[in-house]
C-alpha cells in the first residue's frame, strides 16, 4: 500500500509539473514576440534608454505610445544616422531635441527584431502604467512609509519610553515588595526575615579574619604588589603608546556607500574612484562626475544614490543639473596622518607597487571602510625596513643599485637601506 | 691671504660700542626670566601656590574633557564635479606676467601659492625680484576692498554702473573734460580699451604718470634725437659701466634685467675667460648698485652735474662755459681718469645716470653720443616702455581740475594723494570734479578722495597682456577665480563705454586675434593656446640704429650748472630721495613680506630713516637713531637718523614709498612719507632739495638686522682684485697653506645624492629676492617690528653686507695711511666714505660634521645620508643648543605659535593670507628651532617625478627656491655626487673656499671669492 500511494504521488507530481509546464510554454507562445524584444531590448538599448525615464536617450516608453509609425521607427532603429542625412523632418526634430549625440546605428537588427522590441516596450510601458493607475492611494501610503530610515528623534523617543517603562516597572516593584512586607508583618511572619538577617552578620567576621590572616604574610602582599604594579603599568604602557593612534576607527558617513558591493562584488579597480593614488600625494575621494558614470542609469531609485543627487542639483526625471541647488557631501575622513607628517600615495602605489591592501585591509570585503592600520610612525618604519625596493625596470635606480650591490654583497636592499627612514623623507 | 682685512657689517660692531658688546654675548637677545621670578616677589607672594593648584585642577579637567572625544573629525569635501586639470595634491603651472615679466604661476587646488619666473622670459630668464614673489601675498590681502563702493559705502556693480553711466553722459552734455590718470600702461589690450572710451567720450584724456619718474630721460631724448622714448639699455655690451646715481640693479627701470646682463660680465664663466667689466659709480646715498660697484665716489647730487660736465669735457676735450673743478680734489681727479676708461672702451661703454632732470639726461645722451654706445650698449629702437610717464601732464589736469574744467576722473593704480608731492593741491582739485572713480583695490589715500571705489581684480584673478620692451608681448591669464566681488577695470571701462565687446577677456581674444597673434607667427584657437602655454611672443628685434648727437649743449650745461649752484646753497644739507629695493614706490606698502625684507644696504626693516653720514653724525652730536627734523621745500618731517657709511658728507639720504595712512593694516603708518619733499621743475619732478637737519633728542628705534648674528670677527669674506685674479685665480681662496684637520667622526657614504650649493658672491648683488623667495616656498612667519627689533626675525636665509676700507694702496685720508689693518686704527679713522661692500647669502650650511647635530639632546636635527641636515620639528623640545652651537649662526626658533597668535593678525595670521601657504610644508609651532631644509621638499618631489617617469634624476631637473628666483644666478645648487653636474663644476672652481672652513664642520655650501675690477688709480 505504502509503495503504491508512494507511486501515485511521484506519478501526479510529474503529471501537474508537464500540465504547468504546457500552460507556461503556452503562455510563452502567446508572448513570443514581446519575450525576444524584451532579450534585444536589454542587450542593446538599456545603456542609453528606459521605458518610463528619459536617460541618455529618451523614455522609450511615452515615445513610442506617441510615435505609431512602425515603419518608421523601424528605419530609425536600424539606421538612425541615414534619416538624419535624409533630413527627416521628425529625426531632425529628436536629433535636435537630444543634443545632436548620435545614436548607435543597428543594421544589425531585422525587421522582425525591431518589431519585436517595440511591441515589448509598448506591452511593458502598458503594464507599469496599468499598475500606477491601479494603485495609487496605496503608493502614496507606501511612500509615506518609506520616507527614508527613521529619524533620530524617533530612536531617542523610542529609547526614552523603554527606559521611563523600566523605571516605572521597578518603582511598582518596589511598592509591591513594601506592601507584601507590611501584609507579612500584619501577619506576624516578619521574625524569619530578622532571624536570617542575624545569621548572615557572623559569617563575614570570619571572612576577615581570613583576609587580616593573609595580610600578615608579607610574601603573598609583595607577590599582589608587584602583580598590581606590573598590570597597572603594562596597561597604562599601552595606553599611552596608543593615544591618538585610532586603528579600527570607522565613522558613520552622509552616504551608506559599501566597498564590498563596488570593489568586492563588482570587482571595481580602486584606481578607478581614487584617481590620485597613482599621480598625487593624495589618492583622493572621488568627485560625484566619477559617481554619475554609473549611477545615472545604475540604481537611480535608491534613496542613498539619491543623496548624490541632491548633492549635485540633479534631476533624474528631466537629466538636468541646477548647480544653485548643488552642495558638496562631507565625508568623514577615515585615515588622518598628522600634518608633520608627508605622505604620497603616488610614490608607494606606482613607484613601489605596493597593494592597496597592504595598509588599507582587505577593502572589498569591507561594507564600511575602518582604519585597518594603526598609522604610527613604528608602522611605517617597520614597513621601510622590510620592504625590498621595487627596482625592476625603473632606469632611475640604476645608479643607486650598482653602489648597494657592492656595498650588500647580494643582500636585500630596503627602502630603509636607501635612506627611507631618514628624517626628511617625511617630515619637512 | 688678505687675512688682515678687516669687514665689519656696523658702526657699531666696527666702533665696539659697549651695547654691541653686551648684545653680542648672548645668543638671544632677551634670556628667559627664569631669574626673574626665582629671585624676585615671584614665589613669596601668596597667589602662585593657589594660582598653581588652580591651573593644575584646569589642566587635569580639560585633558581630561579633551581626551573624551577619541577621534577629530576632520570633514573631507570631494569636488561636485572635478576640473580635468586638477589632480588634488598635485601643482599646476599657469604662464601669466608680472609688470611685463613673462612669468609662471605655482597653483595648488585651484589657488595660486607661488610665482615662479618663466625660464625663457626675455628679460630676466627666470629670475625675479622680491617685488613680484611677494606680490602673490597680495591677493589674500584682507584689508582689500571686498565690494565695490559709492560715496564709502557697499553698493553691487549695478548701481555703480548706472550711476556711472549717468554721470559720464551729463559730464559729455556739459562738454566738461574727462582724465584718465594711471601708472604706466605698458598692456597693449588695456591701452586700447582706454582709447575705445576715448573714442566714445571725445573730451576724454589718458595721462601716464610714474610716482618715481622717467620723465626726464624721455624728454631729453626726444630734445637730442626726436624720439621720446625710454631706452633699452644692454649692460651686458658694456665693458665699462659708469653710473651717476641710477641704482640700475635695483629700482632703476628694469633692475632685475639689468642685474641678469650686468652679471653675464662678471660672474664666474666670465671670469674663466679672464674677462670683467668696469663698474664706476658716483652717487649720494649708498644704493645697492653702489655696493657693487668696483669703484664708487661719493659725491652731493649738487656736485653730479658739475661731474658730469667735467666728464663731458675730458671726452670730448671741449671746454663747455661755466665748467668749474669738484670741490673734492680725489673726484675731480677720478673725472678724467673715468673718462680716459672709457674712450678706451669706445662702443662697449655706457653712461647712466639717475636723475629726472631733462638737461642733465641730455648731458649723459651726449657724453654716450661721444662714447659710441648708441647702438650697441644703447637701444633706442626697440625700446623700453616700462615708463612712460608724463609729469607735467599730471601738474597739468591738477590744474585743470582746479579750475574746475574736469567733470570725470579715472585713476587705476594711480595714488596722487600719496605720492604726489602737493597731495593738498589734488585734494583740493578733486573736491571740484563731480565723478572720481578709482580702480584701487584697497581704500588707500586716493580712493578716500573718490565717489565711486570699482576695485580692479588683483593680477592673478585678470586676463590681461603687457609689453614691457618693444616686440616683446607677454599675456597674462587668471589662475583663480575673484577672491572678493571685484571686477577688472577694463571690463568697466568697456561697460561704461557702451563698447560692442564688455568681456574683458572676449576683448583681448580679438586684440591678439587681429594684431598680436600673428607677430609670433600664431594664428587662430591653436595659436592661443599655445601662447598660454609658452606665455609670450616676440618680434624680431629692429637692428639698433646709431644716433649722434649734434645740439648745442652750452645752454644745457648752463642749466646743469645753475641748478647745481642752487642746490649747493651754503650751509644747507642736500636732500636726497631713493626708492628702496623692497618698497620702492610705497603701492606694495601692505605686503608684510616686502616690510620685514631687510633693505640691501641699511639692514633696517619696517622703516624709513634719514641716512647721514658717519662723519656728519658725529658732528651734529646725534645718537644713534635720534629722531632728526628734515626740512625742505617747506615740508617738515621727522625720521630717525641712521648713520651710513658711504653717504657723501653733507647729504641726506630718504626713502619714498613709506608712511602710507590707507595701505592697509599692514602698511599703515609705517615710515614716514617723504614724496612732499619731490619738486617739479621745467616739466619733470625732482628728487633732490637743499635741506635743513635739526635734532630733537628723541630716539626712535629701527628695526635693524645688520649686527644680529654675529661671527665675533672671525673672517668669513674673502676677496681679490681682478689683477690678482688673472695672475693667480685662487688667490684669496685659502688655498695655500692648507692645515691638516683631524676628525672626530667617522665618515659618511653618499650612496645617492650628495646635495650641495654654491654661490658665487661676484654675482650676487644682495637684492634679497631670494629671501622673500624662501619664505613664500617654505612659509616663513613674518614677525614684526617689535620682533625684528628682539632679533627674532625668521628668514631662514638672510644677505650678509660687509664694509670694509678700501684697502688701496697707499692713499693718504685724513693724512693718515687708508690701508686699515690693525683695528686700533680703526678707531683713529673717521673717514667712512670710502667703504666697499661684499654682501654674502647665508643660509644653514649643511655642514657635514654639523656641530648643531651633536648637540641636540633629543635628535631632532640629524644628517641624511644624501648630505642634507634635516631638521625634525616634531622631535624638538626648544632647549636651542643647536643655535648657540651653530657657528653660521643660522637657525631660528620660534618664540610664538606664529600662525595661531592673535598679536600676529597684521601680518600672515588670518584665515585669507594663510591660503598662501605651501600645502607640503608644515608650520612650525611655538617652541621649536627651524632653518633652510635645502628646499627637502622640492629635492622629494624631483626624485619621485624621476622615480614616476623611470628615468634617472637630471641635473638641475629642479631648483631650490633661492636659486630659481635670482636674476644674477648667484646659487648654484645639486649632486655633487655626479661629476658633469654644474655644482660640481662650480665647486672646483679655484675661487670656491668654505665659510669658517678652519672650524672642519665641513659645510656643504661653497662661496666664490669675491672680484673687484678695482683701479689703483681711481681710488688713489
Not at chain 2, 640629524?862 to 622631535?875: D, F, P, T
Request: hydrophobic share 35%.
Amino acid at each position: 500500500m505504502r509503495n503504491i500511494s508512494l507511486i501515485f504521488k511521484q506519478l501526479t507530481r510529474s503529471i501537474l509539473l508537464v500540465a504547468g509546464l504546457a500552460v507556461c510554454g503556452l503562455n510563452a507562445h502567446a508572448q513570443a514576440d514581446a519575450a525576444k524584444g524584451e532579450a534585444i531590448f536589454k542587450a542593446k538599448c538599456t545603456a542609453c534608454h528606459k521605458i518610463d525615464v528619459r536617460m541618455t536617450g529618451p523614455a522609450l516608453g511615452p515615445q513610442l505610445e506617441q510615435e505609431t509609425d512602425d515603419a518608421y521607427l523601424t528605419k530609425w532603429i536600424q539606421n538612425n544616422q541615414a534619416l538624419i542625412a535624409a533630413k527627416n523632418p521628425k529625426a531632425i526634430k529628436i536629433f535636435n531635441e537630444y543634443n545632436q549625440s548620435n545614436m548607435t546605428v543597428f543594421s544589425e537588427l531585422s525587421d522582425a527584431d525591431v518589431g519585436n522590441i517595440i511591441t515589448y516596450v509598448r506591452a511593458d510601458y502598458k503594464k507599469t502604467q496599468a499598475a500606477k493607475a491601479a494603485a495609487p492611494a496605496g503608493g502614496a501610503a507606501g511612500a509615506a512609509a518609506e520616507s527614508g530610515p527613521p529619524s533620530n528623534m524617533v530612536i531617542f523617543g523610542l529609547i526614552g519610553v523603554i527606559v521611563i517603562a523600566f523605571i516605572v516597572i521597578l518603582v511598582l516593584n518596589k511598592v509591591i515588595a513594601t506592601l507584601e512586607r507590611l501584609l507579612l508583618r500584619s501577619k506576624g511572619l516578619l521574625i524569619e526575615e530578622e532571624e536570617v538577617t542575624e545569621g548572615e552578620e557572623k559569617t563575614p567576621v570570619d571572612r576577615l579574619a581570613g583576609v587580616k590572616k593573609a595580610l600578615k604574610n608579607k610574601k603573598l602582599v609583595f607577590f599582589i604588589i608587584v602583580c598590581g604594579t606590573v598590570a597597572m603599568g603594562s596597561w597604562s604602557w599601552v595606553t599611552m603608546w596608543n593615544t591618538n593612534v585610532h586603528q579600527g576607527y570607522q565613522p558613520v558617513q552622509p552616504i551608506k556607500y559599501s566597498h564590498k558591493l563596488h570593489a568586492g562584488v563588482m570587482k571595481m579597480e580602486c584606481q578607478y574612484c581614487h584617481a590620485g593614488a597613482y599621480k598625487s600625494k593624495i589618492a583622493s575621494i572621488p568627485s560625484l562626475n566619477v559617481c554619475m558614470n554609473c549611477h545615472r542609469s545604475v540604481k537611480t531609485e535608491s534613496p542613498e544614490i539619491h543623496k548624490i543627487y541632491d548633492a549635485l542639483g540633479y534631476d533624474p526625471a528631466t537629466a538636468k543639473y541646477d548647480s544653485t541647488k548643488a552642495k558638496p557631501i562631507q565625508w568623514v575622513r577615515i585615515h588622518n596622518l598628522p600634518d608633520l607628517a608627508y605622505f604620497n600615495h603616488s610614490q608607494h602605489v606606482k613607484v613601489g607597487n605596493i597593494k592597496c591592501q597592504t595598509c588599507h585591509g582587505q577593502v572589498q570585503t569591507m561594507q564600511e571602510v575602518y582604519q585597518y592600520s594603526p598609522l604610527t610612525m613604528k608602522w611605517c618604519i617597520q614597513c621601510h625596513k622590510r620592504t625590498e625596493v621595487n627596482f625592476k625596470g625603473n632606469a632611475y635606480y640604476d645608479n643607486m643599485i650598482q653602489v648597494h650591490e657592492r656595498l650588500k654583497k647580494g643582500e636585500k636592499v630596503t627602502a630603509a637601506l636607501l635612506g627611507g627612514i631618514e628624517c626628511a623623507k617625511c617630515h619637512y | 691671504m688678505d687675512s688682515n682685512k678687516k669687514y665689519w657689517k656696523g658702526l657699531e660692531e666696527l666702533n665696539k660700542t659697549p651695547e654691541f658688546v653686551e648684545k653680542n654675548k648672548h645668543e638671544f637677545a632677551e634670556p628667559i626670566p627664569i631669574e626673574e621670578i626665582l629671585s624676585g616677589g615671584g614665589l613669596s607672594s601668596k597667589t602662585p601656590r593657589r594660582d598653581f593648584l588652580k591651573a593644575l585642577g584646569f589642566g587635569v579637567g580639560a585633558v581630561t574633557l579633551a581626551a573624551c572625544q577619541k577621534v577629530p573629525v576632520h570633514k573631507s569635501i570631494p569636488y561636485l564635479i572635478k576640473p580635468e586639470e586638477v589632480t588634488i595634491g598635485v601643482a599646476n603651472y599657469y604662464s601669466s606676467t608680472f609688470e611685463g615679466s613673462a612669468i609662471l604661476v605655482k597653483t595648488r587646488d585651484g589657488r595660486p601659492i607661488k610665482v615662479e619666473g618663466n625660464p625663457n622670459d626675455l628679460l630676466s630668464k627666470g629670475g625675479l625680484s622680491a617685488s613680484a614673489q611677494a606680490s602673490v601675498l597680495d591677493l589674500y590681502d584682507n584689508s582689500r576692498v571686498k565690494d565695490p563702493k559709492q560715496n564709502g559705502s557697499d553698493t553691487g556693480w549695478e548701481q555703480i554702473d548706472q550711476f556711472v553711466k549717468s554721470q559720464l553722459a551729463s559730464v559729455a552734455a556739459a562738454g566738461k573734460k574727462i582724465r584718465i590718470i594711471t601708472s604706466t600702461v605698458h598692456s597693449p589690450s588695456t591701452q586700447a580699451v582706454i582709447a575705445d572710451f576715448i573714442t566714445k567720450y571725445p573730451t576724454a584724456k589718458h595721462t601716464n604718470y610714474d610716482a618715481v619718474s622717467y620723465t626726464g630721460i624721455i624728454q631729453a631724448n626726444q630734445n637730442s634725437f626726436g624720439k621720446a622714448v625710454l631706452p633699452h639699455y644692454n649692460f651686458d655690451k658694456a665693458d665699462i659701466i659708469v653710473s651717476f646715481g641710477a641704482d640700475f640693479l635695483g629700482t632703476w627701470i628694469s633692475g632685475e634685467e639689468f642685474t641678469r646682463q650686468y652679471v653675464s660680465n662678471r660672474n664666474n664663466k666670465s671670469l674663466e675667460a679672464k674677462k670683467m667689466s668696469r663698474h664706476i659709480q658716483f652717487e649720494s646715498g649708498m644704493s645697492l648698485t653702489g655696493t657693487n660697484a668696483d669703484v664708487r665716489m661719493p659725491i652731493k647730487p649738487s656736485e653730479e652735474g658739475v661731474a658730469l660736465v667735467n666728464l663731458y669735457n675730458a671726452i670730448s676735450g671741449t671746454t663747455l662755459p661755466g665748467s668749474k673743478k669738484l670741490a673734492n680734489a680725489n673726484t675731480d681727479k677720478a673725472i678724467v681718469l673715468v673718462a680716459k676708461e672709457l674712450v678706451a672702451a669706445k662702443g662697449k661703454a655706457l653712461v647712466v645716470a639717475g636723475s629726472n632732470d631733462v638737461a642733465t639726461q641730455i648731458l649723459v645722451n651726449a657724453i654716450n653720443s661721444l662714447l659710441g654706445s648708441y647702438g650697441t650698449t644703447i637701444d633706442l629702437d626697440n625700446p623700453s616702455r616700462q615708463y612712460a610717464g608724463n609729469d607735467a601732464e599730471l601738474v597739468e589736469f591738477i590744474n585743470e581740475a582746479k579750475r574746475g574744467e574736469v567733470g570725470a576722473v579715472f585713476f587705476i593704480d594711480a595714488n596722487p594723494a600719496y605720492d604726489y608731492y602737493m597731495a593738498n593741491d589734488v585734494k583740493e582739485a578733486l573736491k571740484k570734479v563731480s565723478l572720481k572713480v578709482t580702480f584701487a583695490d584697497h581704500v588707500d589715500e586716493t580712493a578716500a578722495l573718490c565717489n565711486i571705489v570699482a576695485p580692479n581684480h588683483h593680477y592673478l584673478e585678470s586676463w590681461g597682456d603687457d609689453s614691457a620692451i618693444e616686440g616683446y608681448y607677454t599675456v597674462m591669464q587668471p589662475t583663480i577665480n575673484p577672491v572678493y566681488n571685484t571686477r577688472q577695470a577694463e571690463t568697466s571701462l568697456l561697460i561704461w563705454s557702451d563698447n560692442a565687446v564688455k568681456d574683458y577677456y572676449t576683448y583681448v581674444r580679438n586684440n591678439w586675434n587681429t594684431n598680436l597673434l600673428a607677430k609670433g607667427g600664431l594664428t587662430g584657437q591653436a595659436g592661443w593656446e599655445t601662447l598660454l602655454q609658452t606665455g609670450f611672443v616676440k618680434v624680431a628685434d629692429v637692428a639698433a640704429g646709431t644716433y649722434t648727437f649734434n645740439k648745442d649743449l652750452n645752454a644745457v650745461a648752463q642749466t646743469v650748472l645753475n641748478n647745481s649752484a642752487k642746490l649747493a646753497d651754503g650751509g644747507k644739507v642736500e636732500l636726497q630721495m631713493y626708492q628702496s629695493v623692497a618698497m620702492r614706490d610705497g603701492k606694495r606698502a601692505n605686503n608684510p613680506w616686502l616690510q620685514e625684507l631687510p633693505d640691501p644696504v641699511s639692514k633696517v626693516t619696517w622703516d624709513n630713516f634719514a641716512a647721514m653720514a658717519p662723519a656728519d653724525i658725529k658732528k651734529m652730536g646725534l645718537d644713534e637713531f635720534e629722531v632728526v627734523i628734515v626740512e625742505a621745500n617747506g615740508h617738515k618731517l621727522s625720521l630717525p637718523v641712521l648713520s651710513q657709511p658711504g653717504q657723501a658728507p653733507g647729504t641726506v639720504s630718504v626713502a619714498v614709498g613709506y608712511g602710507r595712512t590707507a595701505a592697509g593694516l599692514v602698511g599703515n603708518n609705517v615710515g614716514k612719507n617723504a614724496y612732499p619733499f619731490h619738486s617739479f621743475r621745467n616739466g619733470t619732478f625732482q628728487t633732490t632739495a637743499s635741506a635743513t637737519v635739526k635734532a630733537t633728542g628723541d630716539i626712535f628705534p629701527l628695526s635693524q638686522t645688520q649686527t644680529h648674528h654675529s661671527y665675533e670677527g672671525r673672517t668669513v669674506i674673502r676677496e681679490a682684485s681682478f689683477k690678482e685674479y688673472v695672475k693667480n685665480p685662487s688667490v684669496n681662496s685659502g688655498k695655500e697653506g692648507e692645515h691638516q684637520t683631524f676628525s672626530l667622526w667617522d665618515e659618511y657614504e653618499r650612496p645617492a645624492y650628495n646635495w650641495k650649493m654654491a654661490i658665487d658672491l661676484n654675482a650676487c648683488t644682495g637684492c634679497g629676492a631670494c629671501v622673500v623667495a624662501c619664505s613664500a616656498e617654505n612659509n616663513i612667519p613674518v614677525v614684526g617690528k617689535e620682533e625684528v627689533g628682539r632679533r627674532r626675525e625668521m628668514h631662514w636665509i638672510r644677505i650678509d653686507r660687509y664694509y670694509s676700507f678700501n684697502q688701496n694702496g697707499e692713499a693718504k685720508v685724513d693724512g693718515r695711511s687708508g690701508k686699515v689693518t690693525q683695528e686700533k686704527e680703526i678707531d683713529k679713522l673717521e673717514n667712512f666714505d670710502n667703504v666697499s661692500v661684499v654682501h654674502q647669502p647665508m643660509l644653514c650650511q649643511h655642514c657635514d660634521h654639523a656641530p648643531c647635530e651633536t648637540v641636540c639632546p633629543v635628535l631632532a636635527t640629524v644628517h641624511s645620508s644624501e648630505g642634507l641636515n634635516q631638521m625634525a620639528y616634531n622631535r624638538c623640545v626648544g632647549t636651542r643648543y643647536c643655535a648657540n652651537n651653530c657657528p653660521y649662526k643660522v637657525r631660528r626658533f620660534n618664540w610664538f605659535n606664529y600662525w595661531n597668535d592673535s598679536r600676529f593678525d597684521n601680518y600672515l595670521n588670518n584665515e585669507h593670507t594663510q591660503l598662501v601657504l605651501n600645502p607640503d610644508v608644515t608650520t612650525r609651532f611655538r617652541g621649536v628651532m627651524e632653518k633652510c631644509s635645502m628646499c627637502v621638499q622640492r629635492i622629494q618631489a624631483g626624485k619621485l617625478k624621476a622615480k614616476i617617469e623611470k628615468r634617472p634624476l637630471a641635473d638641475g631637473e629642479f631648483k631650490v627656491a633661492c636659486q630659481q628666483t635670482c636674476s644674477a644666478n648667484a646659487i648654484v645648487f645639486g649632486n655633487a655626487n655626479d661629476p658633469n653636474s654644474e655644482i660640481s663644476k662650480a665647486l672646483k672652481s679655484e675661487r670656491t673656499y668654505y665659510v669658517l672652513e678652519e672650524l672642519n664642520v665641513q659645510p656643504g655650501i661653497g662661496y666664490q671669492v669675491k672680484v673687484r675690477n678695482t683701479s689703483s688709480e681711481l681710488q688713489a
